[in-house]
């Protein structure tokens, strides 16, 4: 029997999507090939120059000890944006020059399109040295096709949306009382002050009926949980399993995620998944998945315009399940992790 091809992936650990995808990644592949993972670096706690002293140390433990990895068939690097990619950057051109082996680099930054646009002729050189010597670059839509593609070169991008498992939601599609769900890290970007805001607003406004549940942690969740212990309708939820986020979700009706920046949100498809209409902001690649019958665009930092989006759907709960069972299809059709890891190993071979 010929021996499966060697594949190893590389990335971050801890840090949300990224982490999730590459967990998926594995799961969906080891049937295929003989899959490992190298994470020896995580996202580190703290902050300030704590945080950047952690951060270094993570990654330059994590470069030494690479190269005393088994040389593989194939190579995968996750990267996001600026630091995320600088350390990529390694990975990459080693296992490109030293190993001679293909090696593709997949990009997740939610501000990649800033990062490619930098002025530093330092880090455009190195955006260009990564990007000739990859195989192949896989982007999350085709609005970071176009930008990639400038540098990398159009046959070499691969557009390869993220993926949920669909089977692992049981939608329920609650209208009595409409559900109304943010699970997340509670930190700026993703839009947990704006919600906890249209939330307030919401509840001194007469004649809806809704409930709120919230999960993550972060830097607010002091506000998340004082907000939840004013009303009885609102309730913090703090860290949350993978299991008890999929049953959260599952007993929404309105995923909420008023994001500052993103790729494709993992987190936002997994709402689609649990059957919930999708109150998000138009970044990244949002626009090209949430039209007007799976859910509502607003604009980022704008309470005020989020309140009157989830009142909109609060009052009309038909509209909202809708919505639901509308992107619930659209995940099964398009999104599930078996048409993405098909689309993996075709890009494997050809690049081996």
Do not use: C
Request: net charge negative; charged share 25%.
């Amino acid at each position: 029997m010929k021996p499966k091809q060697t594949l190893l992936i590389v990335g971050p650990k801890g840090t949300g999507g990224i982490d999730r995808y590459i967990t998926e990644q594995r799961r969906y592949l080891e049937d295929r090939m003989d899959v490992r993972v190298y994470t020896r670096y995580t996202a580190p706690k703290g902050e300030g120059l704590e945080l950047a002293a952690r951060m270094l140390l993570s990654s330059l433990v994590a470069v030494a000890l690479f190269p005393f990895q088994r040389r593989p068939d194939i190579v995968h690097v996750h990267s996001s944006h600026t630091y995320s990619f600088y350390r990529a950057a390694f990975f990459a051109l080693f296992s490109k020059y030293v190993w001679r082996v293909p090696v593709v680099i997949h990009i997740h930054g939610s501000s990649f399109d800033d990062f490619l646009a930098t002025d530093s002729r330092v880090v455009r050189r190195l955006q260009s040295l990564v990007f000739d010597a990859v195989d192949d670059v896989v982007v999350l839509s085709e609005y970071w096709r176009g930008l990639v593609s400038r540098l990398a070169g159009e046959e070499k991008v691969h557009v390869m949306a993220n993926a949920v498992e669909p089977a692992e939601y049981d939608p329920t599609y609650p209208t009595d009382p409409v559900h109304l769900v943010f699970v997340s890290n509670l930190i700026e970007r993703k839009g947990i002050r704006e919600f906890l805001d249209a939330v307030e607003i919401l509840e001194s406004t007469p004649g809806l009926d809704f409930e709120v549940s919230i999960g993550g942690r972060g830097p607010h969740a002091d506000r998340a949980e004082a907000v939840a212990a004013a009303h009885d309708n609102v309730s913090y939820l703090g860290f949350l399993s993978e299991e008890d986020k999929r049953d959260l979700i599952s007993r929404g009706t309105v995923f909420v995620l008023p994001t500052y920046a993103e790729g494709l949100p993992i987190a936002m498809l997994e709402g689609m998944a649990g059957g919930n209409a999708i109150v998000t902001t138009p970044v990244g690649s949002i626009p090209e998945v949430i039209t007007d019958d799976r859910g509502i665009l607003v604009a980022p930092g704008d309470a005020e315009e989020l309140a009157r989006a989830l009142a909109r759907l609060v009052s009309n709960p038909e509209e909202a399940v809708r919505m639901g069972q509308t992107n619930r299809a659209v995940i099964e059709e398009r999104y599930s992790w078996q048409s993405n890891a098909d689309e993996l190993v075709a890009m494997y071979a050809s690049a081996a």
